[in-house]
């Protein structure tokens, strides 16, 4: 199983980008995917996740209304569009996938079983 994040870049504070996470390897319309990010001497956490069929979502609090988590099972792939961003929301964001849990939304990142490489999100105040 693979997974190949992209999208990541610099922006200015207000600004947007849209993280997108290709998935390789296995069924991607039966796993239940999530975003995570990392910054410089923070732990990993959760921001955002999302079940098989797309209904169910939901997000950290600090990105409710300014970041939308989707996925087309057609295309093997889940996005995180992130809008009105901010300086703290600089981070290594990282998308996960997990098979073997039947909850909608997965909040702990040691319930996933395979990771993307990463993708650095970068915000200039």
């Known amino acids: 199983v693979q997974l190949q994040a992209s999208g990541g870049g610099l922006v200015q504070a207000g600004g947007s980008l849209r993280l997108s996470c290709v998935v390789s390897?296995?069924?991607?319309?039966?796993?239940?995917m999530g975003w995570f990010r990392q910054a410089p001497g923070k732990e990993r956490e959760f921001v955002a996740g999302?079940?098989?069929?797309?209904?169910?979502?939901d997000y950290r609090d600090s990105v409710k209304g300014r970041f939308i988590i989707s996925r087309d099972n057609a295309k093997n792939t889940l996005y995180l569009q992130m809008n009105s961003l901010k300086p703290e929301d600089t981070a290594v964001y990282y998308c996960?996938?997990?098979?073997?849990?039947?909850?909608?939304?997965?909040?702990?990142?040691?319930?996933?079983?395979?990771w993307g490489q990463g993708t650095l999100v970068t915000v200039s105040s």
């Open positions: 999302i079940n098989r069929s797309g209904v169910r979502k």
């Open positions: 996960a996938a997990a098979w073997n849990f039947r909850a909608p939304v997965l909040y702990s990142w040691t319930s996933y079983d395979y």
């Open positions: 390897g296995r069924t991607f319309s039966t796993c239940v």
